[in-house]
């Protein structure tokens, strides 16, 4: 093909034809450069599918995901809620000052030796999150649930460790030297009853620990919230593709 428009040009040049050598010049570059200009329109096509394509996979895989992990921050949940009863409880017992409480307490004070789990791994969203450029997510709804969910878990990391410092450098030191533990019968009690009639400090820890998991709790409940708004918000993305 090159020698072909090579011998064009020739013998134009040898028949002295200059005008018609330009206008066939300025021609073939004309052709050389729409050629280029179709090769990367091409290209692009290529590249944008290609990206589309990983883009679905991605939120795919994203859905399998909090899927697989929902539950489990679900449980959380419901186990914190417990935990919380078990704790109003007890400071509702320990206000009576009554020694015939202290069945009653003994059964409830189980929620002071309970430490929450806040931590939660998700590889695949917040992978994506991480290394997608915002610009290829056009739907500004997604993109803001996708930040708002990192930020979540961010935020319980943080929060996680809090937990875990009072727990083990407030509670646990008293839990240890003031509760019988039974792990046949998952429960605890007060090694001695006086410990039940105006305990400042047992009643200072669990409202410490009430505190603390009312916070939890209410991190928890907003990222089940935002799982499911963007689980729903990706399923609608899905569809349009």
Excluded: C
């Excluded at 729409?34 to 590249?47: D, Y």
């Excluded at 319980?156 to 792990?183: A, C, G, R």
């Excluded at 620990?209 to 609608?236: P, V, W």
Aim: no cysteine.
């Amino acid at each position: 093909m090159i020698k072909f428009f090579r011998k064009i040009r020739q013998n134009l040049l040898s028949e002295g034809k200059t005008g018609k050598y330009l206008k066939y010049a300025i021609g073939e570059i004309a052709l050389v450069v729409i050629g280029i200009l179709i090769a990367l329109a091409i290209n692009n096509w290529n590249n944008e599918n290609q990206e589309k394509t990983k883009l679905v996979d991605s939120y795919k895989s994203i859905v399998d995901e909090i899927a697989f992990v929902s539950p489990i921050i679900e449980y959380q949940y419901a186990r914190n809620d417990s935990t919380i009863i078990y704790i109003q409880k007890s400071l509702k017992l320990l206000d009576n000052n009554n020694y015939d409480s202290i069945n009653q307490l003994n059964l409830n004070l189980k929620g002071l030796t309970r430490l929450a789990r806040l931590k939660y791994d998700f590889p695949v969203a917040l992978g994506f999150i991480e290394k997608t450029n915002p610009e290829i997510i056009e739907n500004k709804k997604l993109l803001k649930l996708l930040q708002d969910f990192k930020s979540q878990l961010t935020f319980l990391d943080v929060y996680q460790t809090y937990m875990v410092d009072s727990f083990h450098n407030l509670i646990s030191p008293y839990t240890m030297k003031n509760l019988k533990f039974s792990e046949k019968n998952n429960t605890v009690e007060l090694t001695k009853k006086e410990h039940l009639i105006d305990n400042l400090e047992l009643t200072n820890l669990l409202n410490l620990k009430l505190e603390t998991d009312k916070g939890s709790s209410d991190r928890l409940k907003k990222l089940i919230n935002t799982m499911g708004e963007l689980k729903s918000e990706i399923k609608n993305e899905l569809n349009k593709k």
